[in-house]
């Protein structure tokens, strides 16, 4: 009988893991979870250094501290994720596993982050101040600059920790799952079931729990009358005397629309010649139960106030909460001498920049609805008795507005003019201007069919090219700042370099800012909420533009450039 050898102790068993924990000192589990948890790895942190350094770089509007130690600390964690992949990778290709950096390498990223994310942040606040400059902004907290550091320091790590939460239940479930299934196929199944919850979370969760919590603030906001705005005592608007829709279901915006604006006599005085009191016609969200219903209620009250016997017939395609620009239908008034009647109607109780995000299906339904039941009215007229009828909107007002069209041929067949101001990238008729443009236009004033219907501009009081091109028949005319992030973002920004960034900048755009993956992105992302709060003519401000723009698509007679002039300062008080 024989014997097996005795094994030496590199061939000895494995200790358990119930040995390993006996043996280990109470707490030491926790002790070592937690030393895990803050623990950073070389490649991770200089990838984080460079992207944390790039995202001072400029975008379009001026930043505060504080929203810049967001993007930073965005950037941060985007760049320590793609620095442990990275490392991964290389690894991978080079056979080897990962090894202990020293400390001299430790030091040198010290000394590197000290030094260029000093460098950055000094070279970030000298943008800044360009930016502030070129778009006239004093507004300056020194506190807040301060700031930006510590804020950036945490949304790092509050990112960082989720991610490691996450990667913490990966292994989790391929652990879970390997009792049924082989190691390869666990980890593939792990990720992809990960990947799914974290979305559906997010998506079905978090980001509906967010949008039902402001639907449910916003609709309280919207039983609210805003200060200095009362029920009209003319039977031309809606809520006053014979209207048939209530002056109650016509929300916040909807009576700040219908219970303000010029008069026939304010009119007058800029004209010097009898002016008609205008006519406004809205329906609210509390007014009908779905936008079919809604359109026909607002339409019905048009019909009603007389407005197909007007002149001039704007549909005006709200933003979000029903917010209607007042520049833009004061100036339509105003050069139409109250021969003018406009309709719009509220599809959200959210504001602009969050239906931005989640109610562009509401904002294309009500663009459509309230269009054809305007038009299926309009259209049943004598050819001599019909107004002319126009289209505008803002934003997602824009974007709405384009859904009733399905292109140039049909907005210059069913349109007298349109004016569409800061539409957001994702519009579909823009990006088919934009995106067929002539060769050799630029993409922030493109030149489309060699502007024979639709054309686009910053300025209107300077042009709107081709100047050497004829202008006939219906105009539609896009008013988009160069730094308008409505106009310019879109997830392409994250890996692919737009032709906006590449052509000559704007007159309100450095030409220090670059496309950068993941950073342009983010920076453009940052700059959406306050789109609107810079000086007018800036960002996502359309004011004194729209006189100049319904004076292109309108094409009244009688107004000097000093009239305009004149309109533009009312405008701009009235604003």
């Not at 606040?125 to 502030?132: M, T, V």
């Not at 709107?464 to 973002?489: C, F, H, K, Q």
């Amino acid at each position: 009988m024989t014997h097996d050898p005795p094994l030496s102790p590199s061939e000895g068993p494995t200790p358990s893991e119930n040995d390993r924990r006996v043996d280990r000192p109470e707490g030491a589990d926790a002790g070592g979870r937690r030393r895990r948890m803050f623990r950073l790895t070389l490649p991770g942190c200089w990838g984080a250094l460079v992207l944390a350094c790039l995202s001072f770089t400029p975008s379009l509007l001026p930043r505060g501290g504080v929203l810049q130690g967001l993007v930073c600390g965005i950037g941060a964690a985007i760049g320590y994720g793609l620095g442990v992949v990275a490392a991964y990778v290389w690894r991978a290709f080079a056979d080897r596993d990962a090894r202990r950096p020293s400390r001299r390498s430790w030091l040198v990223l010290l000394v590197s982050a000290v030094v260029l994310f000093g460098l950055s942040f000094g070279l970030g606040q000298y943008w800044q101040h360009e930016i502030r400059r070129l778009m006239g902004v004093t507004d300056y907290s020194v506190l807040a600059t301060v700031a930006c550091p510590f804020v950036a320091a945490l949304v790092f790590w509050l990112l960082l920790m989720a991610g490691r939460g996450l990667r913490r239940l990966y292994h989790w479930t391929t652990r879970l799952l390997g009792r049924w299934i082989g190691e390869r196929a666990t980890k593939v199944v792990g990720w992809l079931v990960v990947a799914g919850l974290a979305w559906s979370v997010f998506t079905g969760v978090l980001l509906q729990g967010l949008v039902s919590a402001a639907n449910e603030t916003f609709s309280l906001r919207d039983t609210h009358t805003p200060e200095g705005v009362h029920q009209p005592t003319s039977s031309l608007r809606s809520g006053g005397p014979g209207s048939v829709v209530p002056w109650d279901s016509l929300g916040r915006e909807g009576r700040a629309f219908t219970g303000s604006g010029p008069s026939a006599r304010d009119i007058g005085a800029f004209t010097h010649r009898t002016a008609e009191e205008p006519i406004r016609a809205y329906a609210g969200l509390a007014s009908a139960d779905d936008a079919e219903t809604r359109a026909a209620r607002a339409v019905a009250d048009l019909r009603r106030a007389g407005g197909f016997e007007r002149e001039n017939l704007l549909v005006m395609t709200t933003t979000g909460s029903g917010w209607v620009d007042p520049a833009a239908v004061e100036s339509f008034e105003y050069l139409g001498n109250g021969d003018a009647a406009t309709v719009a109607m509220q599809y959200s109780y959210l504001p602009s920049w969050l239906s931005y995000l989640v109610d562009q299906s509401k904002a294309r339904e009500a663009g459509r609805e309230l269009f054809d039941a305007v038009y299926d009215t309009w259209s049943k007229l004598p050819q001599d008795q019909r107004p002319r009828l126009f289209v505008a909107g803002e934003s997602l007002g824009s974007f709405g507005g384009e859904t009733a069209f399905s292109g140039e041929y049909d907005l210059r067949n069913r349109t007298a003019g349109t004016l569409f101001a800061g539409p957001p990238n994702f519009n579909a008729l823009f990006r088919t201007f934009s995106d067929h443009r002539d060769a050799g236009s630029p993409e922030i004033e493109p030149v489309y069919k060699e502007g024979r219907t639709v054309r686009f501009t910053d300025d209107p009081a300077s042009g709107s090219p081709p100047a050497d091109r004829p202008w006939e028949g219906t105009r539609v005319l896009y008013l988009m700042n160069p730094s308008d992030p409505i106009v310019w973002w879109s997830p392409d920004l994250v890996l692919g370099e737009p032709d906006w960034i590449g052509d000559a900048p704007g007159d309100d755009v450095l030409e220090a800012m670059v496309w950068i993956p993941f950073v342009t992105f983010w920076q453009v992302t940052a700059d959406l909420p306050f789109s609107t709060g810079v000086p007018d003519g800036h960002g996502h401000t359309y004011k004194v533009a729209y006189v100049d723009g319904w004076n292109d698509v309108m094409r009244p007679t009688g107004f000097t450039a000093e009239d305009l002039d004149r309109l533009k300062e009312i405008v701009r008080q009235e604003g």
